[in-house]
């Protein structure tokens, strides 16, 4: 009996390796699984490698039918969508991607990991993502209605970016059946363009602002300014937000971008973290703002504020203006022109550097767009 069992183990011994070659083998030729393999030092370095292998292959197959809302990738100044696509696919590697067999064979310094997961799987791992874009958005809903713009723009924003890293972006929708990444952007610019800033005073190197939300006090907002010499990190609370300009340093006009990105706050999320890393920055023009501010005789002051982007088409004179500076005469008749001009002036502002569109102004419309 026991000479039985003994020849019982021997035969598992001798079989098991071809057992699991013959599994990997099906695993590969099936077509029921995505698969990767590596091979390391260490069982960590193997598997980081096996994971890759692994994300790569899930990205060649669904390259084709992945939908991108934007050109997000770019290489030598063309569109890499195959890139695009991996780096969307990867973003699922550390966390979502829990339903991931793992076989490791060998032992250290050479050790062979192999990942592979269910065809079928793939579209659970989507749904998981649809779902946390709805709870974000729900997350964002619920701020808006207490007037948290803060709040409700990064959770908005944070649901969009979630939602363009889709293989089918359009299919995250809202419970009345609404595409949730052609309603968020809506959303965004709605509350920027409700976002009002107004110049209060300025003592000494000190400026202090009012911000409101729909005529009322916002609760909080970050935002950024230069202060003459560099970007500087600012923030509302309670309606009011103060500017502090570097020594000396005098303008009429005070230009804010408002945070909606919010991706220093992301960083407990490695999912998102590697969402945003990965989708490009979608630019809202909303959220630049420009505020006047001047004293009149009677001592009090007085405030202009509105969204750059607006101010910017005030005056807007030919792209082919002089650089020295354009003329009073040099505006725009046809229409044309004033679409090159002010896709100039967008290109600008996006890019935050202004002075490439100065050439597009009259006069009087350069002294507003500064």
């Known amino acids: 009996m026991k000479r039985r069992i003994i020849n019982l183990w021997l035969l598992l011994l001798v079989l098991c390796p071809v057992l699991k070659a013959q599994n990997w083998d099906y695993i590969r030729t099936s077509g029921e699984y995505y698969y990767g393999s590596g091979t390391g030092k260490t069982e960590a370095e193997a598997d980081k490698a096996a994971l890759n292998d692994l994300v790569q292959m899930i990205a060649v197959h669904v390259s084709s039918d992945f939908q991108s809302q934007t050109d997000e990738t770019q290489a030598n100044g063309n569109i890499d969508h195959k890139t695009y696509v991996r780096n969307c696919v990867s973003t699922y590697s550390s966390s979502a991607l829990t339903n991931v067999e793992k076989w490791t064979e060998g032992e250290e310094p050479e050790v062979t990991v192999r990942r592979y997961m269910l065809r079928s799987e793939l579209d659970k791992i989507y749904e998981k993502r649809i779902e946390k874009i709805r709870d974000m958005v729900a997350i964002a809903d619920g701020a808006l209605e207490k007037a948290k713009v803060d709040m409700a723009l990064q959770y908005y924003y944070w649901a969009y970016s979630l939602a363009r890293s889709l293989q089918h972006p359009t299919e995250a929708k809202d419970e009345a059946g609404h595409s949730l990444v052609t309603l968020l952007p809506v959303k965004i610019r709605g509350i920027l363009e409700d976002i009002s800033v107004a110049f209060d005073k300025r003592e000494g190197d000190c400026v202090d602002l009012i911000f409101k939300y729909k005529g009322r006090p916002v609760s909080g907002l970050d935002f950024l300014y230069s202060d003459g010499r560099e970007e500087c990190d600012g923030a509302a ?121 100065s050439s597009c102004f009259t006069l009087e419309g350069l002294d507003v767009y500064n």
């Not at 909303?286 to 005030?314: F, M």
């Not at 040099?330 to 490439?356: F, P």
């Open 237 to 357: 609370k309670d309606g009011r937000g103060m500017l502090e300009m570097a020594p000396g340093y005098e303008t009429e006009f005070y230009h804010l971008d408002i945070e909606y990105e919010y991706k220093n706050l992301a960083r407990g999320d490695d999912e998102l973290q590697s969402v945003l890393d990965v989708v490009a920055k979608a630019a809202f023009p909303e959220s630049s703002v420009s505020v006047k501010g001047r004293a009149v005789q009677d001592g009090t002051s007085v405030a202009v504020s509105q969204p750059a982007a607006r101010l910017a088409t005030a005056g807007v004179a030919t792209t082919d203006a002089p650089a020295a500076g354009p003329s009073p005469s040099q505006t725009v008749d046809d229409a044309a022109l004033y679409c090159e001009a002010m896709e100039k002036v967008l290109a600008a502002v996006k890019s935050r550097n202004y002075v490439k569109a």
